[in-house]
């Protein structure tokens, strides 16, 4: 694996001219940890999107590095998994046919054993031919988590990783972030004390808002 | 190149399954056009309607059938929230290249039902069977690449269903004149070599069109 690094410099973002924070600064390495903590509506999710890609920041900007070079931003999403709220999966597909889209998008292989085994760690073993408007809230969080580790990611992001999920379900996830912490970078948005623990780094978004 | 296509068709797949399994879009525009054929059969009663004036009625169909469905592309993604799930997994060129291939699927598809109803309901004579199809498919081709980029356009707005008809009048306008003159021309039976100038305008059409859109959906896909 190479070496990765995301940088953020002085990030602030702005929503129809009200602020949200300012110049939020972090660096983190290859097995580092961060957790960004701060009260509901503080700005933990759009800081969460801005650092995986989905959004722009105002201001500021932040950096991917790979063994020292700047990674183009729509190559971002190669290293980086996702786990969060406001991520949907298709409904009208069954949790198979969900990750193996998203697999075959990433990959050439058909990557069947690779599913077949992440169906089974998130505790989806023969429901993956369900099709997903009749999993429970939890078990959609349960195939959520799957697809974040699908593409085993350098970088991998939860925002508030343990919603709907019951005690089995919080106990794969924390699995799920103890071995990324061994394999790359993790950063949780959460205010959970439990999963504050799964990291070494923090940053209170609150600290950052005027 | 190989593989952002081979993903692009990936992205097709996917829409052709979803859209079998929901009948989101298709169930909606077949009944769409089985009315408005209908009221013009209706409207028109016995009387022989000419063949000029039928090519308007078809390309009526044609606009308003890919205004009520291509326009769904991705306001579709947009309303289930998947955007960001498709975000995470792929890039820009290969979304609007799978989105394109999916929408040029269901318009070839409709407009063949759209054609099949004309000719056997409205008595619509085609003299130059050949040239009228080349001329459809150059139109189609550019009426779907304008559609789909405006389709990612209007996915973001509020208003979203009233923003497709503002947007896409004055881009599709070059298009439609050109496009319901030469299917007049072919319909009447003139020969392919007098449509040459209408053809190259349709060719020109398409390849701006689908060359922009390429290059700009990057910055349309990324919020």
């Known amino acids: 694996m190479n070496s990765i690094r995301i940088l953020c410099r002085d990030i602030s973002k702005t929503f129809s001219g009200k602020s949200v924070f300012k ?48 990674l183009p931003k729509e190559s971002w999403f190669e290293k980086t998994g996702l786990i969060s709220p406001y991520i949907n999966l298709y409904e009208e597909l ?3 046919e969900n990750l193996d889209f998203f697999y075959r998008l990433r990959s050439r292989d058909d990557g069947k054993d690779k599913i077949n085994g992440l169906l089974e760690a ?32 350098d970088i991998l992001v939860m925002d508030e990783p343990r919603m709907n999920l019951d005690s089995a379900g919080i106990e794969i996830m924390n699995e799920i972030a103890l071995r990324q912490k061994e394999r790359g970078m993790l950063i949780i948005a959460t205010n959970d004390e439990e999963d504050q623990r799964l990291c070494e780094k923090f940053l209170n978004i609150q600290d950052f808002v005027n | 190149m ?5 993903r692009a068709l990936i992205i097709f797949r996917k829409d052709i399954k979803s859209e079998f399994r929901t009948r989101y879009v298709l169930n909606a525009l077949l009944m769409f056009v089985l009315v408005t054929i209908s009221i013009i059969r209706f409207a028109v009663g016995d009387e022989k309607i ?48 799978g989105k394109l291939i999916f929408n040029l699927a269901l318009s070839f598809a409709l407009n063949i039902f759209i054609l099949i ?11 130059n069977a050949g040239a009228f199809l080349l001329i459809m498919i150059l139109g189609n081709f550019g009426l779907v690449s304008a559609s789909t980029i405006i389709s990612a356009i ?6 979203k269903g009233t923003l497709y008809p503002v947007l896409s009048f004055p881009i599709l306008l070059p298009l439609l004149i050109t496009v319901i003159n030469a299917t007049k021309l072919a319909c009447s039976g003139v020969e392919l070599k007098y449509l040459t100038g209408d053809m190259q305008i349709l060719i020109s059409y398409d390849v701006v069109v689908t060359a922009v859109s390429l290059m700009l959906f990057k910055f349309v896909w990324e919020d």
């Open chain 1, 94 to 96: 069954s949790g198979y």
């Open chain 2, 50 to 97: 000419d063949d000029e004036i039928l090519t308007g009625l078809l390309w009526i169909a044609v606009f308003f059938s890919a205004s009520g469905g291509l326009s769904r592309t991705f306001v579709k993604e947009e309303e289930k929230e998947t955007t960001s799930a498709l975000k995470l997994s792929s890039y820009p060129a290969e979304v609007i290249g």
């Open chain 1, 23 to 70: 110049n939020v600064n972090f660096e983190l390495s290859d097995f580092q940890s961060l957790c960004i903590t701060g009260r509901n509506g503080s700005g933990k999710s759009t800081l969460i999107k801005i650092i995986s890609g989905l959004i722009h920041p105002s201001k500021g900007k932040i950096v991917y590095e790979i063994e020292g070079n700047e």
């Open chain 2, 2 to 6: 190989k593989g952002a296509f081979r």
């Open chain 1, 122 to 153: 998130v505790g989806l073993k023969g429901k993956g031919n369900e099709l997903l408007k009749n999993y429970s809230s939890g078990m959609k969080q349960r195939l959520k988590l799957a697809f974040s580790v699908l593409h085993d990611p």
């Open chain 2, 154 to 159: 209007i996915s973001k707005a509020n208003s």
């Open chain 2, 117 to 127: 109803l004309f000719v056997g309901i409205m008595d619509y004579d085609i003299k």
